[in-house]
């Protein structure tokens, strides 16, 4: 990784023994997620793709906030319209190929989760083996109020930890889903008190670094093959459609309104 890259995206990696911490600190309170953060990312995940060393990684944001998503002021984001549909695609492609990336490591990936965790956020967290939250955390998928839909290859994954129903609760109804609720539907794995998500996650990590490291890695890409067998399959098209989507009035509506802090109109046009 680039330091000077990382440093200007906010991210920090740290090694701790068999344990990395991946940290996402852009210093606004939002942390939400520009095309350069989610290449970053995509980075800092490859970089462990040939680590035989590192037994858990923990993934976090700040004390605040995990990260509210995809960033819609992002320069590279507001040039996408303008672009042709070869190009467009290439740089949609930044998010479900981060998530893809850090679905496919070999070590065990836990997400440390405070405060708000919103769309691109929920996608990122759901690619990890598991989830830890505080009590205060909240979770939100909020693209289908922005006139898109949840793409990056995540609905598969979201309904393999909560079912079709409650996936349709987060993805369709927009559902603002408290942490005890996230327990309840199974979208996170343990609620700790506010503050504690962090400590948790590293005392789930120092288990699982105290573990043989190769059958740990041998389970995981077991249960990882059964679960996610018709993942792509079911969801090779959610770019294409999010790139369809874009070309239509309610994508423009839906991003405006949220820009203008107003209720969207949405038209089906």
Known sequence: MRAADMAASGITVEKRGRIAIVRLDRGDGRNAMSRAVMRELTEVARSFEDDIETSAIVVTGTAEVFTLGYDLKDTETQKLSDMGLA???????????????WEDLAPFTIAAIEGWCVGGGVALAVSLDFRVCGGTSRFYVAEIERGMNMSWQSLPRIVNLVGPARAKQLAILAEKVPAQSALDFGLVQEVVPAGNAFGRAMELAERVASLPPVPVRMIKADINAYANALGAATSQMDLDQYALCQGAEDYQEGVAAFL????????GR
């Open 260 to 267: 203008e802090r107003r209720p969207a109109k949405f038209t």
């Open 87 to 101: 190009e467009r695609r290439r740089h949609l492609l930044a998010g479900p190929r981060m998530c893809k990336a």
